[in-house]
């Protein structure tokens, strides 16, 4: 099965999604600057979302090009944290227009926590069909960042009840982690390409 | 004429369709987690339609691999398909904000007989084209899931007017049947590979 | 420059105008299915949209399948049509609201109209583009079905602020005029193909 | 790392953004067309930014032909440009619903101000992955248009606060600017070709 609709429709999903956000920001009914004040909040909970869809986004195009066939199971892992993904919009809206309230920050972190753990079934999925001796396979390596995500997550969960703006922070953090982009990848892919090279093979 | 557009239109549409459903989720006004409850039932539509268009593309991705040409019946057969898919979030909405009442989850039966009915009157157009000794017409073969499911769906509409919760069973029912995945086409691309390979064709 | 890009865009274009329609069509308060009877102008004015989206889509589909360059004129053109096309939403949900009122049934007319001029110019600087003896030429011949599209748009117009069931009678009948697919095209492709196949190359 | 998929992704959120526009302009509840006269500033700054969105859909187009590597930083600054570009609904519709009042008004300048440099950076980053000797090196040159066009909305910010229709003047030379289409990138890609010819090469 090709790869190109699985990316197709990913790639088109996550358009919408990151798109649709935005629709969600009422426009104040007043005409001054000054009525954007109670929007910033609505506003930073957009930001955030953004980043860490545009990450997802990053990751998966990483992920699935050293990917190079798609079993069943590789596309339901796909449609599975899509699943989480698409409610990324009702949860930052609740986020932001609750002003960054226990509950829905708590639920924040908890949607973050399954679409982090879809993402890891989706690369196992992918790693099971590649095999261990895959460019994906050393290029993933111990994986710290995953983990670390994961557990950033679940430690905001219960902290959101105590106090949401440590959970925001610890989200912000997250979204800085994945900011630097990530180059195991693109490594693994120029040094398997300089192995060929050095051999004489084109 | 390619079938690159068909299926780049296709996805385009069932990816907005899949994602403008939770554009429907109205944000609870109070900010604790127990407002919540109120949109279980909201949710639970929302994940049942999320299943049935999964199944859709995915089914559809399959079904258009093994398809080499495309002609005009099968692009309105496709468009025909793509309208009662497009009806799904309105339904599902209703749906779910009636708390699966009689009328809507009737209703949600007809769209799914329709979908199905249009679903199969594509692959029967594609069928034609194809031909007796194509690839498709080994790997349907019987097709036995779908003639289950579109009386699954016939079943549940007089079914709703009585016991709605039933009629609600059998479409998650209806997604249980699909949710393995459709391996008839795989095997039979399998097998028609490895015939290729044994007859030392390339 | 590639008119792989100005493909992927209109699909794109198309598929949100064709699905967000359905956005507008707002559940019923009720959970009983008398409550729908109100939507039935909406749903048939929903209906006809998808129906002159499909038939943009598809002839779209066809006149850019013999297209061979893209000049600036070109990708104008084609965001020029995709201008008016992204109005059809608009301008559907107040003829179903108001139940085809004289006011906005014209205002549908004069929607197609600006849409199948714009359709006409597109397709002009293709023609201007390819030369009087492209395939493309042979296959657009005296084009008598956009004409009479465009004599019915304006014969509907004036007849709205009269009779608006008229104006949605010929609104149908400019559908059925196009459901028949536009075989010039495919035929002149495989008449190309037959004349090169009797020459001998391949 | 592929084009393909920035460019999809790119083209998928664009198409999106320019359509959900007219999402926001919300029908009349009267029927006669003289209901449409409050929403002509409505639909003025809808045309305003479908061209703006356009001429940024065409420019990217013309940007990524000549790109040949996707490094990090362009992946990043791209999806920079896309977040900018993704608050245009929101601005679009307050600056009509509001009437271009001073402050919306100057909002929108701001806006089309981060989007611009937002583009630059975006050719910033392919010029510093392509090099000094590249296609799009020539290509670009002086690029006064962009200059031209930061200070045109550099102006019109602080005119907005004193005469919000003098800064909707600028916005509309702005885009006059650019309605003339970019040929820079058409010509030189032109030119290499012929030097590329009269070498003898094919």
């Known amino acids: 099965m090709g ?26 009914r007043a005409a001054e600057l000054s009525a954007l ?11 955030l979302s953004f980043l860490y869809l545009a990450i997802y986004w990053s990751n998966h195009h990483h992920l699935l090009y050293v990917t190079h066939r798609i079993s069943g199971a590789i ?7 899509l699943f989480w993904l698409s409610l990324v919009p009702f949860v930052t809206r609740w986020m932001g227009e609750s002003r960054f309230a226990r509950g829905p920050t708590m639920l924040y972190g908890v949607l973050l926590l399954l679409a982090g753990t879809a993402y890891w079934l989706l690369q196992h999925a992918i790693l099971l069909e590649e095999g261990a001796g895959s460019t ?6 111990s994986d710290w960042k995953s983990r670390v995500s994961l557990l950033i997550y679940a430690m905001a969960i219960p902290l959101a009840l105590l106090r949401p703006w440590i959970a925001g922070a610890l989200y912000g953090f997250g979204v800085l982690l994945w900011l630097v982009p990530d180059r195991r990848i693109e490594r693994q892919v120029a040094r398997a390409g ?3 090279g050095t051999a004489g093979e084109r």
Do not use: C
């Open 3 to 28: 790869k190109g609709r699985l990316e197709a429709f990913s790639d088109g999903v996550l358009a919408i999604i990151i798109t649709i956000m935005v629709l969600e920001m009422k426009t104040p």
């Open 37 to 47: 004040r109670p929007l910033a909040l609505v506003f930073l909970s957009y930001v």
């Open 75 to 81: 596309m339901w892992a796909n449609l599975h944290l």
């Open 136 to 141: 994906l396979a050393a290029a993933v390596g």
């Open 194 to 196: 300089q192995k060929v």
